[in-house]
């Protein structure tokens, strides 16, 4: 055993450590939010790639305790060492496979590189051994780099606008303590633009799709959906109108390109989620004030990942119609973008200051929120006392290993 009192190790609001209890106790919070299935039929098998945080993680909760999901979900975690603890998503994982038992689930989990061949492989050779054939193929992966499996280019992701600089408001934190700053970030060349699109675009998606049909694993009515994000005219400078919208627009093309190759045994979707406060969505400039602002102003009206990750089942389950919009996306973001929202969004946007942020932003509840995606900040840890840091990752019931 290794026992530690761990404190938080974090600048500003970003965490380099995690806390085992509380990314456990998340968990638990999030799974008491899901209904129970109505009944006990078997319900689909489905491999989930990113799923230990985020959308991921709620999909991956959603779908093992309302929908009695079998499969396989893949996370790229980092394990424990004698001076660190694991990543969260390790130790989200470890209790996600706890409650999946209990459920009596028959899932399993993969830790390793989503964007190599070997991995590919492996979870289609678990799927092909214990399934035969998969149902649902859900995408939710954000990286800062990737291999190349067929060059072995590393490409980087960057988070620049294109066509002009970026200006800005931004939060930021000194000591704990929230304030409004100025951002300026500076054009992103064609070359940065070109990285992150192999990064975060569509290519290892359609990968994924490829290797299963490749090994004729897809079962009669495959589906699969990718996420995706819009977001508000706020942010699209640096979002949907910069490189990250570069490498969302593939990811929607590739959604084209792909329902092609299934010629009618399967459909592909990208899915418009909502804002959230996630691991990923924190690394983006300007996001975390506008996030603050629109959380004040949607009040109970805010969707969490959970909230979406359920409508999203739904409609993939049939329970509810896709509901696509014009370009044949899955839209979970409605609340978000309603007219109404964003022009209060905007007016606060436009009018906040160092002396009308608490009135005008929910800047407390953000630093909250993202201290829990660490573990931290959690009602009902005791964080004085000792924590077991190396938690082992879930056994695979075939293999016990």
């Not at 706020?234 to 593939?250: L, S």
């Not at 004040?296 to 049939?318: F, H, I, K, P, Y």
């Not at 370009?327 to 009308?356: C, G, S, Y």
Request: aromatic share 8%.
């Amino acid at each position: 055993m290794t026992l530690r009192t761990i404190k938080p190790g974090n600048r500003g609001y970003l965490y380099v450590n995690s806390h085992p209890t509380g990314c456990r106790t998340v968990v638990d919070h999030l799974w008491q939010q899901i209904p129970e299935p109505a009944d006990d039929r078997p319900g689909p098998v489905a491999l989930v790639i990113g799923s230990s945080a985020g959308y991921g993680l709620a999909a991956t909760l959603v779908g093992l305790r309302a929908h009695r999901m079998r499969g396989l979900g893949i996370a790229f975690e980092a394990p424990a060492t004698e001076r660190r603890t694991a990543g969260a998503g390790w130790y989200r994982t470890a209790r996600t496979a706890e409650l999946a038992a209990e459920a009596g689930a028959d899932f399993t989990f993969l830790n390793g590189d989503a964007f190599s061949d070997g991995v590919k492989e492996e979870a289609a050779d678990r799927i092909a051994a214990r399934f035969g054939k998969v149902d649902l193929l859900i995408y939710s992966v954000a990286a800062p780099r990737r291999t190349d499996p067929v060059t072995g280019e590393v490409h980087h992701s960057v988070i620049k606008p294109l066509g002009s600089d970026y200006r800005a408001k931004t939060l930021v934190f000194e000591d704990g303590t929230p304030r409004i700053g100025e951002l300026h970030l500076q054009i992103a060349d064609e070359a940065e633009r070109d990285a992150t699109v192999q990064v975060m675009g569509g290519a290892d998606w359609q990968l994924w799709v490829d290797a299963l049909q490749s090994r004729g694993l897809l079962a009669d009515g495959f589906r699969t959906v990718a996420l995706s994000y819009v977001g508000s005219d706020i942010t699209a400078p640096v979002y949907r109108a910069g490189t990250i919208g570069a490498a969302k627009q593939h990811l929607e093309d590739t959604a084209r390109t792909l329902n092609t190759r299934l010629d009618g045994a399967g459909h592909a979707y990208t899915v418009v989620a909502g804002a959230a406060v996630t691991q990923a969505s924190t690394a983006i400039p300007s996001i975390a004030l506008y996030t603050s602002i629109l959380h004040r102003v949607t009040g109970d009206g805010w969707q969490t990942t959970v909230d979406q990750a359920a409508e999203l089942w739904n409609r993939l389950s049939g329970d509810a119609e896709p509901d696509l919009d014009d370009q044949d996306r899955i839209r979970l973001d409605d609340w978000e973008m309603n007219p109404r929202v964003q022009t209060a969004v905007r007016a606060m946007w436009d009018r906040i200051d160092a002396e009308t942020m608490d009135t005008r932003a929910d800047t407390g509840w953000f630093r909250e929120q993202v201290g829990r995606l660490y573990g931290w900040d959690v009602p009902g840890v005791d964080y004085e006392a000792e924590a077991e840091t190396a938690v082992p990752w879930p056994a695979s019931p075939s293999s016990g290993v």
